[in-house]
T-cell receptor
Framework: ETGVTQTPRHLVMGMTNKKSLKCEQH?????MYWYKQSAKKPLELMFV???????ENNSVPSRFSPECPNSSHLFLHLHTLQPEDSALYLC????????????FGPGTRLLVL | GDSVTQMEGPVTLSEEAFLTINCTYTATGYPSLFWYVQYPGEGLQLLLK?????DKGSNKGFEATYRKETTSFHLEKGSVQVSDSAVYFCALSSSGANNLFFGTGTRLTVIP
């Protein structure tokens, strides 16, 4: 596979469930990102990782927990979510932390019931 | 803080019509400016970019010129096709920032 892949593509979960989103990049990049895309709102940056170290956490609730075990993989662990967390979650990567071009995965469409 | 404002959609055009999607920005310093496109069921893809004032980015018939005096980066295409139907995002990258700042996106639908 090439580029940035995300699994699952669609996820429905109850508020008491625990689930994880997975992102994998096959581009040899050193920086990875999680974004939240909600209708009629700008993309919200959630987390930034550079060389597996978290460098930014934009006031995201603790019910979202990222994990970056290596430079190719990024996870978003979900626990006790709220209905307003329903959105498209996008993963992206870039060559380095301040490289201007980011490459996005197709996203995971999350519905919290 | 840094931000991007783009015209709200949706925009519906007939094939071969002229397209303009407005984008203005607020930033300190000298940001780089981008247009990303999101086709149905896919992630965002870089469409074009400009890194300094008066630069023109272009790709696939789309163009945008970095206008510092009006803090704008409007997207244009002379003749749209049905395959251009997508959501278009304006974005900026400030020097020293770790991320891109995106607009809300503008949905374009082109009808035959």
């Amino acid at each position: 596979e090439t580029g940035v892949t995300q699994t699952p593509r669609h996820l429905v979960m109850g508020m008491t469930n625990k689930k994880s989103l997975k992102c994998e990049q096959h581009l040899g990049h050193n920086a990875m990102y999680w974004y939240k895309q909600s209708a009629k709102k700008p993309l919200e940056l959630m987390f930034v990782y550079s060389l597996e170290e978290r460098v930014e956490n934009n006031s995201v609730p603790s019910r979202f927990s990222p994990e970056c075990p290596n430079s190719s993989h990024l996870f978003l662990h979900l626990h006790t979510l709220q209905p307003e967390d329903s959105a498209l979650y996008l993963c992206a990567s870039s060559q380095s932390l301040r490289a201007e071009t980011q490459y996005f995965g197709p996203g995971t469409r999350l519905l919290v019931l | 803080g840094d931000s991007v404002t783009q015209m709200e959609g949706p925009v519906t055009l007939s094939e071969e019509a002229f397209l303009t999607i407005n984008c203005t920005y607020t930033a300190t310093g000298y940001p780089s400016l981008f247009w990303y496109v999101q086709y149905p069921g896919e992630g965002l893809q870089l469409l074009l970019k400009a890194t300094k004032a008066d630069d023109k980015g272009s790709n696939k018939g789309f163009e945008a010129t970095y206008r510092k005096e009006t803090t704008s980066f409007h997207l244009e295409k002379g003749s749209v096709q049905v395959s251009d139907s997508a959501v278009y995002f304006c974005a900026l990258s400030s020097s020293g920032a770790n991320n891109l700042f995106f607009g809300t996106g503008t949905r374009l639908t082109v009808i035959p």
